[in-house]
């Protein structure tokens, strides 16, 4: 199943890399789909707490 997903570039500290993937490990994870995985748990509380985030774009 094709997904829409967007590619961008993100810049770390050094620290923040390591630490990133040493959580994504610990998860069995890729970086990527941990820090994917961190944003949605984080968009998820900020909407409980303030309402649904307006996109603009229909899912």
């Known amino acids: 199943m094709a997904t829409s ?5 993100l810049r770390l500290s050094d620290e923040v890399f390591d630490k990133i993937g040493i959580l994504a490990t610990k998860e069995h994870r890729s970086m990527t789909n941990y820090i ?3 944003l949605m748990q984080h968009l998820e ?3 409980e707490k ?3 985030i307006q996109t603009g774009q229909k899912e």
């Open 5 to 9: 997903k967007r590619v961008f570039t």
């Open 36 to 38: 994917e995985y961190v």
């Open 45 to 47: 509380q900020m909407e």
């Open 50 to 52: 303030h309402g649904e």
